[in-house]
């Protein structure tokens, strides 16, 4: 399977939740400024950057691409033994990304 189309799917998934919880708040009014709409994308961005290794490393790719910490990305093998360690960081990403995605 692809590991580009887990990855949209579940933003796509992730976005239509925060749909869903904002019309079922909907004695509230959604103001949607710039820069609102800004941090939501900086958050689909790192969201999207933190989903990309965990599908990699589960769709079976022989290397995973993370990001980083100059903004560069880098690749490496599947196998290797500090694999898990690239995971953790990229989990980091993916759940900041997340809760900025459902709280803002």
């Known amino acids: 399977m692809n590991p580009y189309y887990i990855t949209n799917i579940s933003l796509g ?5 925060k749909l869903l919880m904002s019309a079922c708040n909907q ?13 939501l994308l900086i958050a689909a961005g790192m969201f999207y950057m933190g989903m990309l290794p965990f599908a990699q490393y589960f769709t079976g790719q022989k290397a995973i691409t993370i990001m980083g ?18 995971l953790a960081y990229s989990l980091m990403f993916l759940l900041i990304g997340a809760l900025v995605i459902l709280t803002f």
């Open 27 to 39: 004695f509230n009014v959604v103001d949607i400024t710039g820069v609102s709409l800004l941090v």
């Open 13 to 17: 998934c992730l976005f239509a939740l």
């Open 69 to 86: 910490s100059a903004g560069s990305i880098i690749s490496i093998n599947r196998d290797g033994r500090c694999v898990i360690f690239y």
